[in-house]
């Protein structure tokens, strides 16, 4: 084990707690400290654009950790107060309440911050969502909202989009994409995508991009499109993207693109890891990426951990990633954008469900079903082999 005696892992949510704890299971015995934005204890995030934000989840039950679990990780914690700034060569960081931590292991899982619109965050019934602060006003102005525009129809804003619509509101999307998460899963499913949001009495407005929120009296009233409408709205979601959260790494001496370069063990420089959406680092395989799922913050936070203690093993995850919409799960295993070649092997006209497999160079890479959950672990293990394309579109079409 290399021989460290203070770690501080900046960002205090899923993946900084389970870094954390990956160095307590591993043996790491000395200080320990976790530095968070937020004054609540770390909870989970998918919930909050489903369960959370139908009502159906209290703040209790996102909490990752019982008080006791974390109580036993004899961390102290630093919650409610932002990293500021990184000095490498000290060794230290500078927090917002004026104090400074030193360490001779540092671990990065700030995560990401929403995109903004230009102008109108201002207005009265303008969202994001990204915190449970957030989705608990998310949920209290869906209560009295007539009519919603969510601005974004990936991932979260198709989930915001269901919640709404299923809570009897009158729902606008709009995304400058042909169909709803198409950036995600490609053209195929995007249209199958769209045909579900359609079916529920959602107004699709995709190939249309925002130009502006209007408001009067401070309240938001609409939004304008570029192709000349306007959608009233008393209530409007943001889900246009994020950021990854590293303003405060820029005199650090970090690579900080697209979030904290790495290698491919997760390692920034010595003695610094970065793990969860705010790491980009070099996957053996698929080249360099950065993963805003919940599944790669655990994982990559485990592999962090390990690096940080000494490991030298490549992460090398097949990336996973799930939706819930209506009454669909939509699963996904390693690379499914527009890019790859595209292949149904499962299709049931009947049903509605369906699986399909991606490609490239050859082989196999990503894999995509739609209420299958039992074909979507058989076609992870295609994706994990990196199977080659034309064999195993066979050998997945009789499966």
Known sequence: MS??????????????????????????????????????????????????????WGADRVALRRHDALTTLT??????????????????????????????????????????????????????????????????????????VIVGAGLLGSEVAAVAQQSGRNVTLVDPSPAPMTRQFGEHVARRCGELHTRQGVDLRCGAAVTALTGRDGRVTGVDLDDGAHVPADLVVLAIGAMP??????????????????????QAVPGVVAAGDVASWHHPHLGRMRVEHRMNATEQAIAAAGTLLGADTPFAPVP??????????????????????FQIVTDDPATGRFAALYGADG?????????????????????AERAPWRQTLRQASTT
Request: hydrophobic content about 40%.
């Open 75 to 148: 961390a102290d914690w630093r919650l409610g107060v932002t990293a500021m700034a990184l000095d490498t060569a000290a060794r230290t960081i500078t927090l917002s309440d004026g104090s400074a931590l030193a360490y001779d292991g540092l671990v990065i899982a700030t995560g990401v911050t929403p995109r903004r619109l230009p102008a109108g965050h201002e207005l009265i019934g303008v969202h994001v969502l990204r915190t449970l602060d957030d989705a608990l006003a998310l949920r209290a102005g869906l209560r009295t909202a007539g009519s919603v």
């Open 320 to 341: 996973y990633f799930w939706t819930d919409q209506y009454d669909v799960r939509i699963q996904a295993y390693g690379v499914t954008g527009p890019d790859a070649q």
């Open 3 to 56: 021989r460290l005696s203070r770690i501080v892992v900046v960002g205090a949510s899923a993946a900084g707690l389970t870094a954390a704890e990956t160095l307590r299971w591993h043996g790491f015995t000395g200080s320990l400290t976790l530095v968070g934005e937020e004054r609540r204890p770390p909870y989970d995030r998918p919930p909050l654009s489903k369960q959370s934000l139908r009502g159906a």
């Open 245 to 266: 959260s590293v303003g405060w790494l820029a005199d650090s001496g970090l690579v900080v693109s697209d979030g904290v370069e790495c290698d491919h063990t997760c």
């Open 363 to 383: 082989h196999v890479i990503g894999a995509v079903t739609w209420n299958l959950p039992r074909q979507a672990r058989l076609l992870r293990r295609y994706v």
